[in-house]
């Protein structure tokens, strides 16, 4: 019952996080058009289990007027709207009232301010910290995001028995975060990893959508291209089991990828995620409608 559309407004992104599952930064290319934007809002309509849209990237402020017309887009369709943002914009909290003030006027139901070390470092008064001040002088609903970088905690050790360690901070280790932050990580044996533990694969709950037309299940899995076939049609159809990748996935996880496909493989990963990005990306020029875009695993687009 897919109740929920989260708009990738754009790639592009004025920082480059390490632990970024799209792989953003200045470099990265795709952002959607109002023609676009109103094209699928004409298709949520036709979908009456939605009730919630949220605009991130990439950075939405990037792309400011644009982002204003899909909010108000949004609203008239009487949908919960949110909102996600690095707050590269505060500047001050006087600053940040005057770019939330359009906004507020919208009534946006969620704000959520990316608050970390992988956006503002390790400063006293962070950027968002400025920015949730304004917001809440506004009288806005808003909250943080924070995602701790990886950190390896002690063995517990129940009687004689030692057990594995453990990973802490709240990394998912695809996208960039693949290739920057598993430096000295523990892993565990690939066979371990037979589920999806974060993704709702046979009944999607949400999906997000980028400006090429992909309707990511989970970012890099499609479940096809809505600028080829409407949004509609293509949550209508959609069959989990069915498609090439989650298919195999809800049959036994990452490690049913390996098996499926005869793919080679390490021996050990870090978690579900890292394994399953790397055979994904490994099959991506086998399934290019089914894993897209290619810049989302750090390959040059076509």
Not at 39 to 49: A, D, G, L, T, Y
Not at 92 to 108: G, M, P, Y
Request: aromatic share 10%.
């Amino acid at each position: 019952m897919l109740t929920g559309i989260h708009f990738l407004l754009t790639y592009n992104c004025n920082f480059e996080c390490d632990h970024c599952f799209l792989f953003c930064g200045p470099a990265a290319r795709g952002t959607f058009t109002i023609y676009q934007l109103r094209n699928v809002f004409s298709e949520i309509r036709k979908i009456r289990s939605v009730n919630n849209v949220y605009f991130e990237g990439g950075e939405p402020f990037l792309y400011y007027p644009l982002m204003l017309e899909g909010l108000r887009l949004a609203r008239s369709l009487d949908l919960k709207i949110g909102l996600v943002t690095n707050c590269y914009w505060a500047n001050s909290v006087e600053d940040a009232e005057i770019w939330l003030r359009e906004i507020n006027k919208i009534k946006i139901n969620d704000l959520s301010l990316s608050d970390d070390v992988f956006h503002h470092g390790d400063s006293n008064i962070s950027p968002a910290q400025l920015a949730k001040t304004a917001a809440k002088r506004l009288g806005m609903p808003v909250g943080t995001i924070s995602i701790d970088p990886p950190l390896v905690k002690p063995c517990i050790t129940i009687g004689n028995e030692k057990g594995a360690p453990v990973i802490g901070g709240n990394v998912m280790f695809k996208g960039r975060a693949g290739e920057k932050l598993t430096k000295d990580l523990p892993t565990r044996r690939w066979e371990l990893f037979n589920s999806c533990p974060h993704e709702e694969l046979e009944h999607p709950q949400r999906v997000h959508l980028d400006p090429y037309g992909n309707v990511h299940i989970c970012q890099g899995i499609s479940m096809g291209n809505m600028w080829t076939t409407p949004l509609a049609e293509l949550v209508k159809n959609y069959n989990g089991h069915a498609h090439p990748v989650c298919g195999p996935l809800l049959k036994g996880g990452p490690a049913q990828l390996v098996r499926e496909y005869g793919l080679e493989h390490e021996e050990a990963y870090i978690d579900e995620c890292h394994l399953c990005f790397l055979m994904r990306k490994a099959l991506i020029d086998r399934f290019p409608q089914y894993l897209a875009p290619r810049q989302v695993y750090g390959l040059v687009p076509d």
